[in-house]
């Protein structure tokens, strides 16, 4: 029963690693956007600021509602969706070096006065091979159990 579990294991991260796609690396920021039906949301503005470098970049997310933003230094910035007035920020998101991250605008939730959603890459301390999505709280801190996930060569979003 062992072995078997081993080799699914094995085989499942095979076949991830052969779908491809591209890689969300550490330094990156992915902007997921649902709009007010709840459907991924083509084509809507986003910026990122900041960082200490004075950032400040714009791109425009593609069929799935999603842009990423590549090649960040460490620090805080400050994610805008554009699409809505008066646009929606996310404040003092940290880019880490060892970390990629994701913020998600919810234009139906925004109405209703949610904040985005901010996660990380990663497992708890000692979980199984991969990673997922982890949902950070309000101040935006990683989880004491926290521990980076290997990149699987296969966009972290897909993995959900």
């Not at 600021?49 to 997310?61: A, C």
Request: hydrophobic share 40%; aromatic share 6%; no cysteine.
């Amino acid at each position: 029963m062992l072995i078997r579990s081993a080799l699914r294991r094995f085989v499942v991260s095979v076949a991830i690693l052969l779908a491809g796609g591209l890689a969300l690396h550490a330094g990156e920021v992915q902007v997921d956007v649902k709009g007010m039906d709840g459907k991924s949301l083509a084509g809507a503005e986003v910026r990122i600021e900041g960082g200490g470098t004075g950032t400040n970049l714009t791109g425009k997310t593609d069929q799935k509602g999603r842009y990423v933003f590549k090649n960040l230094g460490d620090g805080h910035y400050r994610v805008t969706l554009l699409a809505n007035k008066p646009p929606t920020s996310l404040d003092n998101v940290a880019v880490r070096s060892t970390v990629p991250m994701r913020v998600e605008f919810d234009l139906k939730a925004a109405a209703a006065g949610k904040k985005p959603r901010l996660s990380a890459w990663g497992k708890e301390r000692g979980g199984s091979y991969g990673g997922r999505w982890i949902q950070l709280d309000a101040s935006g801190r990683l989880p004491v159990d926290f521990q980076p996930a290997q990149a699987t060569g296969k966009s972290q979003s897909q993995e959900e």
